[in-house]
C-alpha cells in the first residue's frame, strides 16, 4: 500500500521572543492524499496557518525553530520539507505543492498585471517561451471562471474585484498541476454568494486535477461542504481528528463541541444569544501545565485524580479511526456531545 502524498509527523514550530518562547504547533501529525480534502479548523492564533507555512517551507529558519517531518511523497522521490536543502523546496514550492493565500489583494503584485503573475508562476518551473507561458496563464484564468480571460489578463489586481483576485490566485496555484493544493482561508472578506462559488470552483477543480486539498479555516460551514476529513486544533495541538460527518455529529472534545454550539443556526429553538466558549486561549509563551483547554472546559470536574490540571492527555483513537485528546471517559464525552448538540438541534 502506497503512502499518502503528504505525511506531517511531530511537526514543532516555535519562534524566539524576548518575552518567551512561542510554542506555535506543537507535536501536531496528520496525512492527506490525492483527491482527499483535509480540513483544518480552530480559534485564530491556534497554529493553523503557521502549520500551512511550514508545509510549504516558508518559515525563516533564523526566527524560527522547526523540528519533525514533513514528507511528500513526490514521484521524483519523498522529500522531508523541514530537512530538505533551501533549492530542494524551491523545486517543490509552486509545482508539487502550491498555496492560496489568505488575502490575495496583498499577494498579487501590484505593479504587475495578472496574467503576467501567473505566467511568471509557470515559468518558474518550465522551460518555455514568454508567449507559452501567458497562454497557460489565460488557459488557467479561463478554467477558474475569469470572464474574457484573454482581456482580463492585461488588468492589474487592483481592477480585479474580490471574487476574481481569490479566483486569480486559485489559477496561479494550479498552473503547474500541483498534487497538493494549501488554501488558506480561502473565502475570508468574500459575501457568501461569491464563497459559495469559491468552494464550488475548489471541488470541481479537485475532481477534475485529483489534487490533495488541506483548507484552512474557522468558518465549519465551509469545512461541511468541502472536507472529508477534520482536524480540530487548539493551542498549537490536534485536539480531535476524524472524517467530517464524525466530527460534526459525535464531537467528542468538549472544545470541538463549543465549536459547533457557537455557529448560528436556521433550524431548532431561536436564542437571543449565541452560545459561545468562555476565556480565551492559553499564552502559547506559557502553556498550562495538563490540558490547554482545562480552564474554559465546563466538564474538568468529572475527570478523576485533577488529571486535566496535571496531565496533557494523549491523542488516542476513540474507535473507527476517530482520534480524540480528552481525560473525559468515553461515555462522559458521549453524554457531553449528546446534550450539547440535542440543545442545539439536529445537524443538517
Do not use: W
Not at 269 to 286: A, F, K, M, Y
Amino acid at each position: 500500500m502506497s503512502s499518502p502524498y503528504l505525511q506531517v509527523e511531530d511537526l514543532r514550530v516555535a519562534f524566539p521572543t524576548p518575552d518567551g518562547m512561542v510554542n506555535a504547533v506543537n507535536g501536531v501529525s496528520f496525512s492527506v492524499d490525492k483527491n482527499q480534502t483535509l480540513a483544518i479548523v480552530g480559534e485564530s492564533g491556534c497554529g493553523k496557518s503557521v502549520t500551512s507555512m511550514a508545509i510549504m517551507g516558508l518559515h525563516n529558519a533564523r526566527s524560527a525553530k522547526i523540528s519533525g517531518k514533513v514528507l511528500v511523497n513526490d514521484p521524483a522521490g519523498t522529500v522531508d520539507i523541514v530537512s530538505a536543502p533551501e533549492a530542494t523546496v524551491r523545486s517543490l514550492r509552486g509545482r508539487a505543492v502550491s498555496m492560496i493565500f489568505q488575502d490575495p489583494m496583498s499577494s498579487l503584485h501590484p505593479f504587475y498585471t495578472v496574467g503576467n503573475q501567473v505566467a511568471e508562476a509557470y515559468l518558474i518551473h518550465n522551460k518555455v517561451s514568454k508567449e507559452e507561458a501567458f497562454e497557460r496563464a489565460v488557459t488557467l484564468l479561463e478554467r477558474v471562471g475569469i470572464p474574457e480571460a484573454r482581456r482580463r489578463a492585461s488588468n492589474f489586481p487592483h481592477e480585479f474585484s474580490g471574487g476574481m483576485r481569490q479566483r486569480a490566485m486559485i489559477a496561479m496555484a494550479l498552473v503547474n498541476n500541483p498534487a497538493l493544493v494549501i488554501a488558506d482561508e480561502p473565502t475570508t472578506a468574500l459575501d457568501v454568494t461569491v464563497q459559495a462559488q469559491i468552494i464550488g470552483l475548489l471541488k470541481d477543480l479537485q475532481q477534475e486535477f485529483g489534487m490533495a486539498i488541506i483548507i484552512i479555516t474557522h468558518d465549519l460551514g465551509v469545512v461541511a461542504d468541502i472536507a472529508d476529513d477534520v482536524a480540530v486544533m487548539y493551542a498549537g495541538r490536534v485536539v480531535e481528528k476524524a472524517d467530517v460527518r464524525e466530527v460534526f455529529y459525535r464531537p467528542q472534545m468538549p472544545y470541538s463541541v463549543g465549536l459547533l454550539s457557537s455557529v448560528p443556526r436556521l433550524d431548532g429553538v431561536r436564542e437571543d444569544r449565541l452560545r459561545t466558549i468562555p476565556g480565551q486561549p492559553p499564552s502559547l509563551i506559557n502553556l498550562p501545565t495538563g490540558c490547554s483547554f482545562r480552564a474554559r472546559c465546563a466538564h474538568s470536574e468529572l475527570v478523576a485524580g485533577g488529571a486535566c490540571a496535571s496531565t496533557m492527555p494523549e491523542l488516542t483513537d476513540a474507535g473507527a479511526g476517530h482520534l480524540v485528546r480528552c481525560h473525559l471517559d468515553p461515555a462522559t464525552r458521549a453524554r457531553v456531545s449528546s446534550e450539547a448538540l440535542n440543545r442545539e438541534g439536529a445537524h443538517s
